[in-house]
T-cell receptor, first 113, second 112 residues
Framework: DSGVTQTPKHLITATGQRVTLRCSPR?????VYWYQQSLDQGLQFLIQ???????AKGNILERFSAQQFPDLHSELNLSSLELGDSALYFC????????????FGPGTRLTVT | QQQVKQSPQSLIVQKGGIPIINCAYE??????FPWYQQFPGKGPALLIA???DVSEKKEGRFTISFNKSAKQFSLHIMDSQPGDSATYFC???????????WGAGTKLIIKP
């Protein structure tokens, strides 16, 4: 158990809908990262927050957005969902401002039908 | 220059063998090189990491070899077991940057 929690574990929704994925980092970790992993694919970095502020952006679609709240939990919002958005979404946290060790949560499996 | 190239894509080894997974990078500013292990349906877990001031690091049956001049690093798994069957990712980062640059992953199968 990494100490990073993600909810929900599974999410099934229809095309065009909007969903929110939630992540709570390890106690004391200020950085949160979001990743997308499609079936049998690698990890695509989406976005990073540090202590409430956006720090780095990867291959995140304009339909996706994220934020980190004062209590350091983070939410990833996915809107106008398409079939191709079906994937595992991982959150990771790190105690460093830079990208040192990252600890991953169990992921949210999103299925868009 | 930001890429990390990982090989092979997949690997099958008999139990007790020593699988070796290789990664190569271009950016000499990278100074942190972790390996992650991922089981199906689970999040990646940090396995072992190395910084470029050492050429080798061992943790249990897992060893990272690092060749700074060749800009390559590799993961060796000693006395491999079926329970080591997983996908392994290498990555690299700079302390001054904020993200890990990931390899494409290697699917390892250890046959009993």
């Amino acid at each position: 158990d990494s100490g990073v929690t993600q909810t929900p574990k599974h999410l099934i929704t229809a095309t065009g809908q909007r969903v929110t994925l939630r992540c709570s980092p390890r106690s004391g970790d200020l950085s949160v990262y979001w990743y997308q992993q499609s079936l049998d694919q690698g990890l695509q970095f989406l976005i990073q927050y540090y202590n409430g502020e956006e720090r780095a952006k990867g291959n995140i679609l304009e339909r996706f957005s994220a934020q980190q709240f004062p209590d350091l939990h983070s939410e990833l919002n996915l809107s106008s969902l398409e079939l191709g958005d079906s994937a595992l979404y991982f959150c990771a946290s790190s105690p460093l401002a830079g990208a040192g060790e990252q600890y991953f949560g169990p992921g949210t499996r999103l299925t868009v039908t | 220059q930001q890429q990390v190239k990982q090989s092979p894509q997949s690997l099958i080894v008999q139990k007790g063998g020593i699988p070796i997974i290789n990664c190569a990078y271009e950016n000499t500013a990278f100074d942190y090189f972790p390996w992650y292990q991922q089981f199906p349906g689970k999040g990646p877990a940090l396995l072992i990491a190395i910084r470029p001031d050492v050429s080798e690091k061992k943790e249990g049956r897992f060893t990272i070899s690092f060749n700074k001049s060749a800009k390559q690093f590799s993961l060796h798994i000693m006395d491999s077991q079926p329970g080591d069957s997983a996908t392994y990712f290498c990555a690299a980062s700079m302390d001054s940057n904020y993200q890990l640059i990931w390899g494409a992953g290697t699917k390892l199968i250890i046959k009993p």
